[in-house]
């Protein structure tokens, strides 16, 4: 892939970026669409109160990134709330410039697992995935980053057995859900959400760098979210559809965040 390390940043990048079509997968599958979030107040969120995780031990979330140079620091990808308070959500995954890649979980994000912030390359397309167990009784095998098909993890604090939170809230893209901190700046794309770990198939889902329809795994994830694909002519205070569950996302982010520049 083009592009530079995680810790330069060279240009600043907009909706209005040139973009560019790909298909990808085979057997019919096409991939047109990412969306593009402006690092200011572009997010997605679901309409209701996201308890699919709730007490579970088990989690594998997947996606494309496009991150933009110019962005914040730390960035959020994706988080769930669990009350009113910063960083004790359900969970929060992120992007910190120069630091690490995290995903943590519950009060006072004092479980975690951090992976190689320089795996990561800007204003280039990164597959990232993040598998988490914690009834395994060996700590290294409770949790894992991946990106790019690659195992990048450096560090984990993950508490055997721990439970995930009671989620008070909705479903974030984007943003930290708690007062829209940290917005996300870049593209991103086919993003899915498994509630068991799926680390013994993630070569299956980074798919050799190739965005597919993840419908034909032997384990379907529980929620994909395409991102402007299948979506006709979306209206972003409308609805983002869940390919293969029912947890829509909402928006506010204008039609031009919709762009043809995919993985």
Same mark, same amino acid.
């Given at each position: 892939?083009?592009?530079?390390?995680? *810790?330069?940043?060279?240009?600043?990048?907009?909706?209005? %970026?040139?973009?560019? $079509?790909?298909?990808? &997968?085979?057997?019919?599958?096409?991939?047109?669409?990412? +969306?593009?979030?402006?690092?200011?107040?572009?997010?997605?969120?679901?309409?209701?109160?996201?308890?699919?995780?709730? &007490?579970?031990? @088990? %989690?594998?979330?997947?996606? =494309?990134?496009?991150?933009?140079?110019?962005?914040?620091? +730390?960035?959020?990808?994706?988080?769930?709330?669990?009350?009113?308070? !910063?960083?004790? &959500?359900?969970?929060?995954?992120? +992007?910190?410039?120069?630091?690490?890649?995290?995903? =943590?979980?519950?009060?006072?994000?004092?479980?975690? %697992?951090?992976?190689?912030?320089? !795996?990561?390359?800007?204003?280039? =397309?990164?597959?990232? !995935?993040?598998?988490?167990?914690?009834? @395994?009784?060996?700590?290294?095998?409770?949790?894992?980053?991946?990106?790019?098909? !690659?195992?990048?993890?450096?560090?984990? $604090?993950? #508490?055997?057995?721990? $439970?995930?939170?009671?989620?008070?809230?909705? /479903?974030? /893209?984007?943003?930290? @859900?708690?007062? &829209?901190?940290?917005?996300?700046? *870049?593209?991103?794309?086919?993003?899915?959400?498994?509630?068991?770990? @799926?680390?013994?198939?993630?070569?299956?889902?980074?798919? *050799?760098?190739?965005?597919?329809? /993840?419908? #034909?795994?032997? #384990?379907?994830?529980?929620?994909?979210?395409?991102?402007?694909?299948?979506?006709?002519?979306?209206? =972003?205070?409308?609805? /983002?559809?869940?390919?293969?569950? $029912?947890?829509?996302?909402?928006?506010?982010?204008?039609?031009?965040?919709?762009?043809?520049?995919?993985?």
């Amino acid at each position: 892939m083009n592009g530079v390390g995680y *810790g330069i940043t060279p240009f600043m990048g907009t909706h209005g %970026i040139l973009a560019r $079509s790909s298909g990808g &997968g085979g057997g019919g599958f096409v991939n047109e669409y990412s +969306l593009s979030f402006d690092g200011i107040s572009d997010y997605l969120n679901g309409a209701s109160t996201f308890s699919d995780l709730n &007490g579970g031990n @088990q %989690i594998t979330i997947s996606m =494309w990134v496009k991150p933009t140079s110019g962005g914040l620091s +730390l960035i959020y990808l994706m988080s769930n709330p669990r009350n009113t308070t !910063a960083n004790q &959500g359900q969970f929060g995954f992120y +992007l910190f410039k120069g630091s690490r890649i995290e995903f =943590w979980m519950g009060a006072n994000s004092t479980n975690y %697992i951090r992976g190689n912030i320089n !795996a990561i390359t800007l204003d280039a =397309w990164n597959h990232i !995935a993040v598998y988490i167990d914690t009834t @395994q009784s060996s700590a290294t095998d409770r949790g894992f980053i991946y990106v790019n098909g !690659a195992d990048v993890t450096t560090s984990r $604090s993950l #508490t055997q057995n721990y $439970s995930m939170l009671t989620a008070t809230g909705s /479903l974030h /893209l984007g943003e930290e @859900q708690n007062g &829209g901190y940290n917005p996300y700046f *870049g593209e991103m794309d086919e993003v899915s959400l498994w509630s068991t770990n @799926q680390v013994s198939n993630a070569s299956d889902i980074y798919n *050799g760098g190739v965005a597919f329809d /993840l419908s #034909t795994l032997g #384990t379907p994830p529980d929620h994909w979210w395409r991102m402007g694909d299948g979506d006709g002519d979306p209206t =972003w205070s409308t609805s /983002l559809t869940d390919n293969i569950g $029912s947890y829509n996302l909402t928006s506010s982010m204008p039609s031009e965040a919709r762009v043809t520049d995919v993985p």
